[in-house]
């Protein structure tokens, strides 16, 4: 049984999504081939309210880690039934600005139920 693997460039809480880290994210542009944007892995994540559909096939989420919160959109994410919370979760960041305000988005490539650390 051939399962997919994912590439984790490294593990980012959401308490260290920040803007100054964006910034030394958007440092490592142009992304494309033979640059690809960082992926990040953050453990123990949670719904923080029901995932909304949008396009019929793409789900956006509002996670949380902690104290922290984030949106984020899973492109095709209502193909694949999200596994029992808490989550593990794989995502790259942008930049997004909407009416001259700029955020952090987050753009979730996988889910999986968290592995418990001990």
Known sequence: ????CLRIDHELPFSDLT???LE????????????????????EVESAAPPRIVKEKHLILRLRQQNYQRRAIF????????PPEPWDVAFRIRAEEY????SIGMQIE???HAERTT
């Open 1 to 4: 049984h051939l399962q997919r």
């Open 19 to 21: 803007f100054d880290f």
């Open 24 to 43: 030394w994210h958007e440092r490592l542009q142009p992304f494309g081939n033979g640059n690809s944007a960082p992926l990040f892995f953050a453990r």
């Open 75 to 82: 492109f095709d994410g209502v193909s694949a039934p999200l």
């Open 99 to 102: 009416e001259g305000n700029t």
């Open 110 to 112: 996988a889910v999986r």
